[in-house]
């Protein structure tokens, strides 16, 4: 056995307020408390000075896509493009530097580009062919709903050409030749781009990610190659998400004893996104002539969610729309009302696998509360809100003020007893916990934030909610050592009542301390990740700690 003492900063915990210090042995918080009683810790074999930084629990991203977030990293990464015009240029810089291969690229978001001109409107299958020629190319959407690809991906994955002549791709062909896409990586790019991800993650200070892979081959290779990582001392966990809908409860048992994900859930999509007017919709989109797709029937909701519950199998939605959303519901009515028909205790057992709907950003008010009855937990992503809600955003574009104002309330899924988990969704937005949280407490519409100790619960405990655990996401004495050193700046004392005030400064309160989460305020950065009470991340600022004798030296 051995202890590492860390000292000199300020501990998140709810077991002391005013911890300054915890020890760390085998892998396990020994011992949480203040200078005055480290005696208490007992033996110890290094200390490390935490010069004031401050500690808390290790953050879960509850929603990623681990090889699609790792090739912007290590390749094509199209978020600053200003137009298309720009998008193609970077493209074509890419094809001169990487002169073999598909060309893999993500990122453009043409809602963010000028509305006329040479820089407006999306590229077309025609300008990527004159940048990259007879290469296959995958230009991917922010959203990744939708991508323009090469005449040469087009032939590959066996699509009529006729068909997409502005190379522009949406909905199952879109999945068709993004799986071709996969395939044409190869499985050691893919690995490089994942490890890229992961080690990005750790520096952020994630602890844990929850993989949300496409139900088809290529969606099962990449977790396969993911869930490899598992053991490595120092590696981000990963829990296993499979899209892949199952019609009984022995199907459901063989696909995760076939490919060894941990539920059935993630992107199983029964719509799409806004951006590419693919979210399943009850009215009409206000700037197209559709209400979006629907990719799930209601018979495969209910009978995905009663078969999974028969196996004691989390599961789990994709669903965005308002129609979407409403679907899932409705889904649960119908298979509690199938359930029941077994004996009394399915209903409880339905709530009690912690059942998951991701983004969930169009949610009606009867729908709130039968989300808590159901004991869901919503999967959101809060830098969605940031990036494309507001009077003058994407969501307006698509839907109109009204309707685009009433989405993202975290506080009414919070008020309605909803377990809320906070996730990126990366690479659709960057990983990064306390932009998270601020754009959770300081959304863009008012009345719709959550306080930021709810904000970190969400990103902490919340992911292990989410993943089905009771436990999890605190520092106490006892639990794991997930957590994170972050040098922050100066710290007060979130309020107990955010309709009282936002902050307070009381020590009497017995709040833990947390950095300011107001705009503009400058947020914390990471200085050192532990997972497992292993060494996960470290920028190299805290002296002694990287030769310490954690788990796994």
Known sequence: MSTVLFRGGRVH?????????????????????????????????????????????????????????????????????????????????????QPDGLLWAHGWDDTRWPAA??????????????????????????????????????????????????????????????????????????????????RHAAAAGIVEVHEAAIGDPAGEADLAALLTTRDRPGAVRVRGYLAALVGDEDEARAVLARTGADALGGDLAVDGSLGSHTAALREPYRDASTSGRRYLTDEQIVAHLEACTRAGIQ???????????GAVVDGLRRAAERLAGSGPAWRPRLAGLAHRIEHAEMVGRAEFTALGEFGLVASVQPRFDEAWGGPDGMYARRLGAARAGAM????????????????????????????AMRAAVHPRTDGHGVSPRAALTAHTRGGHRAAGRRSGGQLTAGAPADLVVADSPALVRPAADPTVARWSTDPRSGVPLLPDLAPGARLPRTVATLVDGALA?????????????????
Not at 168 to 189: C, I
Request: charged share 20%; no cysteine.
């Open 13 to 97: 915990t709810p077991d002391d307020p005013a911890a300054t210090a915890l020890a760390v042995t085998d892998g396990i918080i020994s011992w949480i408390g203040g200078e005055h009683s480290i005696t208490a810790a007992g033996h110890v074999d290094t200390t490390v000075d935490l010069d004031g930084a401050l500690v808390v629990p290790g953050f879960v991203d509850a929603h990623v896509h681990s090889t699609d977030a790792g090739l912007p990293l290590t390749g094509i990464d199209l978020t600053a493009a200003t137009g298309r015009q720009h998008a193609l240029a970077l493209l074509a810089a890419a094809a001169r530097d």
């Open 117 to 198: 001109g040479a820089e407006a409107g999306p590229p077309t299958g025609a300008e990527i062919d004159a940048v990259v020629g007879d290469r296959p190319a995958y230009v991917a959407r922010i959203d990744l709903h939708s991508a323009v690809v090469s005449r040469t991906l087009l032939v590959s994955a066996g699509i009529a050409e006729g068909d997409h002549a502005d190379g522009r791709v949406v909905a199952d062909v879109h999945q068709r030749v993004r799986a071709t896409a996969k395939g044409l990586l190869g499985a050691d790019r893919r690995a490089r781009a994942q490890q890229a991800f992961l």
């Open 315 to 325: 599961a789990g939605f994709h669903a965005i729309g308002d129609a979407a959303v």
């Open 408 to 435: 993202n309330s975290f506080a009414d899924l919070a008020a309605a007893g909803v377990a809320l988990a906070f996730g990126s969704d990366a690479p659709v937005t960057p990983v990064g916990p306390w932009k």
């Open 537 to 553: 991340h470290s920028d190299g600022s805290l002296a002694g700690l990287e030769e310490a004798p954690l788990r796994g030296r």
